[in-house]
């Protein structure tokens, strides 16, 4: 009888403790825990940097760091693709120099996108908008100076 009070209590310790430290670790992640460290930079550091590319193209950047002996760094490879779902709460990400990348239905003529959150986007600090689908209202978008870079023509566009 006493081992077996002893194996219960040694099984309820261990229950208890597990759990507590799963309790520890949701509350590290949820405070933001890295596995891998990572380097944040100002908002100033983002400017300078954007400052020394403001003036060059995707192309230029990438056909340099193939001459330095880098050739495919900086590059996504195409089987790396979106898996967005808050469509709304993702504008808190845009910061001054941000290109918003859209992998819509490309086969549709929906233009999922337009004016309006182009706009809003660019007034975030958006530079640019790129999908491979469709947008409406580009003439009012191209008015503005907002560069979009898009697939084929939705209703009220081109």
Same mark, same amino acid.
């Given at each position: 009888m006493k081992k077996l009070i002893?194996?219960?209590l040694f099984l309820f310790a /261990?229950?208890?403790?597990?759990?507590?430290?799963q309790e520890r670790d949701k509350d590290l992640l949820a405070k /933001?825990?890295?596995f891998i460290e990572t380097r944040t930079y100002t908002p100033e550091d983002d400017a300078k940097i954007l400052e020394l590319y403001k003036n060059l193209r995707v192309a230029d950047v990438s056909d340099g760091m193939d001459m330095v002996g880098l050739p495919g760094t900086g590059l996504v490879d195409p089987a790396i693709h979106p898996d967005w779902v808050d469509l709304k709460g993702f504008t808190q990400l845009i910061k001054p120099g941000t290109a918003v990348i859209i992998d819509d239905t490309e086969d549709k003529d929906i233009g999922s996108i337009?004016?309006?959150n182009i706009l809003y986007w660019y007034k975030l600090g958006a530079v640019g908008v790129v999908?491979?689908?469709g947008a409406r209202d580009t003439d009012e978008v191209g008015l503005e100076g907002v560069p979009l870079y898009l697939s084929c023509c939705s209703p009220g566009s081109c």
């Open positions: 002893v194996f219960f /261990g229950i208890f403790s597990a759990a507590d430290a /933001g825990m890295n337009g004016s309006n999908t491979d689908a």
